[in-house]
């Protein structure tokens, strides 16, 4: 399984409560995107079903060796006393918008028999957040009474969303940005073939999230970069800057590209707030609100990419006005 960097302080929290043999019933593994909480609840769900059945594992961490009869179960898929719900694959090819309620349900196969391998049977939720009202509740009453030797991994990016009786009944194990160190580490361990400079391009877009910096990978974000960075220098009194940029991310084929403008763009404004002070800091900040606001409903609210990277740009070509 590949290897999770920079969380070590959460690893040592869970194998604490693990190796105690107080292990509590669920986990809300939360924080932000990217940065490796999917993996985490793999790890450790693997980790609790591998040391329950045997072989002993000495590996340290939530390590398991890939030959690990449990390992082999889980990457082919078919370890009895696992399940996983996710959003499921539409016919079309797309993910639905949620995690239902008869997925939640389906619960009940697992908890309906005793464990095969071990006493211990695992449920890991990805993401909990994509729960809807009637799964989220229907969830809360296995968490409320949980069936013996059961342990739940709910991952989070926005954990202050979920119910607070779902929160309240959970340990939260929250992973945070990683720093320079593991983001090369785990950027080279998920691209071997990229050369050093490429990782420090991508670990500098990526900011503390390997996904992220994955996602960025053949995007030219350093271009985009360049571009904000003449905005914020120079302004653009007569738009031309705004408009070309606009125009050459509201292509279709552009998409992925604008979707990184709408990550690097509140970063940008917030990087260029933390060198000013007095009143620039103060209209930095403004500008790195109404940035963020528009960037995050973006894609929610389906706003037109032409004219959402106009006004985001022009956010960012007033910051000249504060040099």
Same mark, same amino acid.
């Given at each position: 399984? *590949?290897?999770?960097?920079?969380?070590?302080?959460?690893?040592?929290? =869970?194998? /604490?409560?693990?190796?105690?043999?107080?292990?509590?019933h669920a986990w809300l593994i939360s924080g932000p995107e990217g940065v490796g909480k999917a993996l985490f609840a793999d790890k450790a769900a693997l980790r609790v079903l591998a /040391?329950?059945?045997?072989?002993?594992?000495t590996m340290p961490g939530l390590d398991?060796?890939?030959?690990?009869?449990?390992?082999?179960? &889980?990457?082919?898929?078919?370890?009895? /006393?696992?399940?996983?719900?996710?959003?499921a694959t539409k016919d079309s090819g797309e993910l639905a918008r949620s995690i239902t309620v008869d997925q939640v349900r389906s619960l009940q196969r697992l908890f309906s028999t005793t464990a095969s391998l071990s006493p211990w049977r695992v449920v890991v939720i990805d993401a909990a957040d994509d729960l809807e009202r009637n799964a989220?509740?229907?969830?809360?009453?296995?968490?409320? $009474?949980?069936?013996?030797?059961?342990? =739940? =991994?709910?991952?989070?990016?926005?954990? $202050?969303?979920?119910?607070?009786? &779902?929160?309240?009944?959970?340990? @939260?194990?929250?992973?945070?940005?990683l720093d320079d160190n593991a983001m090369a580490s785990a950027l080279a361990t998920a691209l071997p073939d990229a050369d050093d400079?490429? &990782?420090?391009?991508?670990?500098?877009?990526? @900011?503390?999230?390997?996904?992220?910096?994955?996602? =960025?990978?053949g995007l030219d974000v350093d271009g985009l970069d360049r571009t904000m960075r003449e905005l914020a220098t120079g302004g653009d009194p007569t738009n031309?800057?705004?408009?070309?940029?606009?125009?050459?991310?509201?292509?279709?084929?552009? @998409?992925?590209?604008?979707?990184?403008?709408?990550?690097?763009?509140?970063?940008f404004i917030a990087a260029a707030a933390r060198t000013r002070s007095?009143?620039?800091?103060?209209?930095?900040?403004?500008?790195?609100?109404?940035?963020?606001?528009l960037a995050t409903g973006? *894609?929610?609210?389906?706003?037109?990419?032409q004219s959402v990277v106009f006004e985001l740009s022009g956010m960012i070509a007033a910051l000249a006005r504060g040099r």
């Open positions: 399984m *590949t290897p999770l960097y920079g969380h070590d302080p959460a690893v040592a929290a =869970f194998r /604490d409560s693990m190796d105690s043999g107080r292990l509590h /040391d329950a059945a045997g072989p002993p594992v398991v060796p890939d030959s690990h009869p449990a390992a082999r179960l &889980i990457e082919a898929g078919s370890h009895p /006393d696992l399940m996983r719900l996710s959003r989220a509740n229907a969830l809360l009453k296995n968490l409320e $009474e949980p069936p013996p030797s059961s342990v =739940f =991994f709910l991952v989070s990016h926005a954990s $202050e969303r979920l119910l607070p009786t &779902i929160r309240s009944r959970c340990r @939260q194990i929250r992973l945070s940005y400079l490429e &990782i420090e391009a991508l670990k500098a877009a990526g @900011q503390g999230s390997p996904g992220r910096a994955i996602a =960025f990978r031309a800057r705004r408009a070309e940029l606009a125009s050459s991310l509201a292509l279709k084929s552009a @998409q992925p590209r604008y979707e990184a403008f709408l990550a690097r763009a509140p970063s007095g009143p620039a800091l103060a209209e930095a900040l403004k500008l790195w609100e109404r940035a963020t606001d973006a *894609t929610r609210l389906s706003l037109d990419p």
